[in-house]
């Protein structure tokens, strides 16, 4: 049997936007006041202009991270584990309430579509106090597969 081997493709702005609209699955990674990382898995999308969007609450350590330094790095994945991923490199916002109720509609419909009601889901952001927060993508790397390196995947 074969076996798979490891891929990197290096892609344009354009094609890396359509590569993550698909794709909901992202590990954020912000900076903690001592410095070292601070990870999170998150539920991402893509907004009209092509910057990666988050639904957060003010009170979570990333947002806090991202008060002190908007400089983020993701990893997205895609659904299956062995899937292609990227890293995206990105300076990141936080958009608060009000401002924030008609990004987060978007970021809603870039996910999951057309809401049911869409003054509920207004009401419900309201209620919960959310954030949004908005990544402008800086740089990335290339796409990614795992495998083996091709000296061994003949092996």
């Known amino acids: 049997m074969a076996r798979s081997i490891a891929t990197n493709t290096t892609v344009s702005r354009?094609?890396?936007?359509?590569?993550l609209r698909p794709r909901h699955?992202?590990?954020l990674m912000t900076v903690r006041?001592?410095?070292?990382?601070?990870?999170?898995?998150n539920t991402c999308g893509v907004d009209a202009e092509g910057r990666i969007v988050i639904s957060s609450y003010p009170e979570r350590a990333k947002v806090a991270?991202?008060?002190?330094?908007?400089?983020?790095?993701?990893?997205?994945?895609?659904?299956?584990w062995n899937g292609p991923?990227?890293?995206?490199?990105?300076?990141?916002?936080?958009?608060?309430?009000?401002?924030?109720?008609?990004?987060l509609v978007?970021?809603?419909?870039?996910?999951?579509?057309?809401?049911?009601?869409w003054e509920e889901?207004?009401?419900?952001?309201?209620?919960?106090?959310?954030?949004l927060i908005r990544v402008?993508?800086?740089?990335?790397?290339?796409?990614?597969?795992?495998g083996f390196p091709p000296r061994l995947a003949e092996s």
């Open 106 to 117: 978007d970021y809603f419909r870039s996910i999951s579509g057309e809401h049911s009601d």
């Open 33 to 41: 006041r001592d410095g070292r990382p601070q990870s999170s898995p």
């Open 25 to 27: 699955h992202a590990i």
């Open 65 to 80: 991270n991202l008060r002190r330094n908007p400089q983020v790095t993701l990893c997205v994945l895609s659904d299956e």
């Open 85 to 103: 991923w990227v890293q995206v490199d990105g300076t990141a916002e936080v958009i608060e309430l009000p401002e924030a109720v008609e990004p």
């Open 136 to 146: 402008t993508i800086d740089s990335w790397g290339p796409l990614a597969t795992g």
């Open 14 to 19: 354009e094609e890396l936007v359509a590569f």
């Open 121 to 131: 889901y207004r009401q419900a952001m309201r209620d919960q106090g959310k954030c």
